[in-house]
């Protein structure tokens, strides 16, 4: 099994800043993309961003200049620097990792979410 536990979410105003944290940990062998989500009520989810093992990074075009996605592949964890936060980016954030396990199999897992809320 692999868990991932976020962090990092919370309450900011126009304009402000975030970091959100995803850590990976149980039967990994190795980790080859990692990636950011997120939901807002009444909307789908959505990629914000992914990055892969080699470092190569996909935004989401509402996404692109103000949030950075970037890993650690000693700690398994990937993060997302978000800056200048709209309201828009009010959402649930998801994690989400792709990778094989010890045993051999392939495996997609998904954080429990956490809440930004950007607000004055």
């Known amino acids: 099994q692999v868990q991932l536990v976020e962090s990092g979410g919370g309450l900011v105003q126009p304009g402000g800043s975030l970091r959100l944290s995803c850590a990976a940990s149980g039967s990994i062998f190795s980790i080859s993309a990692m990636g950011w989500y997120r939901q807002a009520p009444g909307k789908q989810r959505e990629v914000v961003a992914r990055?892969?093992?080699?470092?190569?990074?996909v935004y989401a075009d509402s996404v692109k200049g103000r949030f950075a996605i970037s890993r650690d592949n000693a700690k398994n964890t990937v993060y997302l620097q978000m800056s200048s936060l709209k309201p828009d980016d009010t959402a649930v954030y998801y994690c989400?990792?792709?990778?094989?396990?010890?045993?051999?199999?392939?495996?997609?897992?998904w954080g429990q979410g956490t809440q930004v809320t950007v607000s004055s």
């Open positions: 990055i892969t093992s080699g470092g190569s990074t």
């Open positions: 989400n990792v792709l990778g094989s396990m010890t045993r051999g199999s392939d495996f997609t897992s």
